[in-house]
């Protein structure tokens, strides 16, 4: 009998990898003027969208039970390690400015805590035991939902949060760049965004970093817009926490109240830099005191705290 060493298993492994492919078409491309290689980069790159359409389907299902998990008080947590996990950091961090959520609603784990967002930490990707304990630090509930993010899909660190959770009852969704991948047969949602070798072989923060990027910009975003974070397309959540905030906040107010500039200032002076509740004063001609009576009866949604005033 005949055995194979871990490191030959693991090639093995690799090699039947779309994401790992080599492509020898390619073999010259360091001899090749900076111009051509752009544009081969960039026609590249240009593939990736379609390779998200072809899953837009499986994408919205993962959306809707996140956000009905969420509308419950459920919380929103990427897990992912290297690139994956630094995108998932990096798609939760953004939701508190661009959507006033909550300390803790959104979450990115990554294998190796934060010291791996800048640096590699040895063997952290490798354990599912990490993972399980990340969640476990969070107390996860069956309210959440965990989100294993990995380019081969095979990554021990998601696979084993998405497992983990699981079994304790939330909703998981898994999210790869190759076909028949562990991790999405580990979630009830599996999204395979399936974008081919790479420009550079095996180095999947390129096209493969860019479909997930997509494809979580689509789960946060979406997610909030179903939450009434949103009106219309304008971000009325956003805190605005320095000037060019400010300014912004100023803009959407405009533009969802066509309201001259001094009454706008009156308004959101009046409701504490608060948009969505300096919209309503205007729109439905309320002060302060009510429109945020109105919009905590409407859980925030500013479409619905318009209707009761017109009711």
Request: hydrophobic letters at 45%; glycine letters at 8%.
């Amino acid at each position: 009998m005949t055995s194979t060493s871990p490191s030959r298993d693991l090639r093995a492994a690799l090699e039947s990898l779309t994401t790992e492919a080599f492509r020898p078409e390619l073999a010259e491309i360091d001899r090749l003027p900076t111009l051509e290689i752009a544009r081969l980069m960039n026609a590249e790159d240009a593939t990736v969208p379609a390779a998200v359409a072809e899953r837009l389907p499986q994408i919205a299902a993962a959306i809707d039970a996140v956000a009905e998990r969420m509308a419950g008080g459920g919380r929103l947590v990427y897990a992912g390690a290297g690139t994956a996990g630094r995108l998932g950091v990096l798609d939760a961090s953004e939701c508190p400015p661009t959507f006033a959520t909550a300390p803790g609603q959104v979450i990115g784990l990554i294998a190796g805590g934060p010291e791996a967002m800048v640096t590699s930490v040895e063997g952290a990707e490798d354990s599912p035991k990490l993972a399980a304990e990340a969640l476990d630090a969070l107390a996860l509930t069956p309210e959440d939902t965990v989100v294993g993010v990995s380019a081969s899909g095979r990554t021990p660190y998601a696979i084993g949060a998405v497992r983990h959770a699981r079994a304790l009852g939330a909703l998981t969704v898994g999210l790869a760049c190759n076909a028949d991948s562990a991790l999405a047969a580990a979630a009830e949602h599996g999204i395979e965004i399936v974008t081919g070798p790479e420009l550079l072989t095996g180095s999947t923060r390129l096209k493969a970093g860019t479909a997930q990027k997509l494809v979580l910009n689509m789960i946060s975003t979406i997610t909030m817009i179903r939450l009434g974070k949103t009106y219309g397309n304008l971000m009325v959540d956003v805190r605005a926490s320095n000037e060019k905030l400010r300014a912004r906040s100023r803009r959407i107010v405009a533009l969802a109240t066509g309201a001259p500039d001094d009454e706008i200032e009156r308004a959101l002076t009046a409701t504490d830099g608060e948009v969505k509740h300096a919209i309503l004063t205007l729109l439905a001609d309320v002060d302060a005191a009510t429109a945020a009576s109105l919009l905590h009866a409407s859980d925030g949604r500013l479409r619905a705290a318009l209707e009761r005033t017109r009711g």
